[in-house]
């Protein structure tokens, strides 16, 4: 795959309850125990990790993240195949840099900088 699946992220109204809850359903080891009560799980051997958190605005969303060299590309790229950039590159506090479009159904897609 020349751009790999590297990050999900699920976020919803109560990130404590949806930590619990995947923790439990699949045997995750989410770890939280940082400012913003981000879940972190660890990516086991041939997988992807992942996030568990309460989002911003109170929605419930699943994300899957991207890894590409060249964000802006990816999201002019998007752009001419009929998607649109919902959030330009941004760098996270002591994390990636990322950013979002959505694909011509309105799914919202995160990438990020491989």
Request: hydrophobic residues 40%.
């Amino acid at each position: 795959m020349a751009n790999p699946v590297s990050w999900f992220e699920v976020t919803g109204p109560d990130g404590g309850v949806l930590q619990r809850f995947y923790g439990e359903l699949f045997g995750w080891q989410v770890d939280a125990s940082n400012p913003m009560n981000y879940g972190m799980v660890q990516a086991p051997e041939g997988g992807i990790g992942g996030g568990i958190a309460a989002s911003q605005d109170g929605s419930a969303q699943v994300t899957f993240y991207v890894a590409v060299p060249d964000l802006q590309a990816a999201l002019d790229t998007a752009g001419q195949l009929g998607g649109k950039t919902v959030s330009p590159p941004m760098e996270v506090p002591g994390g990636p840099t990322i950013a979002y479009f959505s694909d011509p159904a309105g799914n919202r897609i995160g990438l990020m900088k491989a």
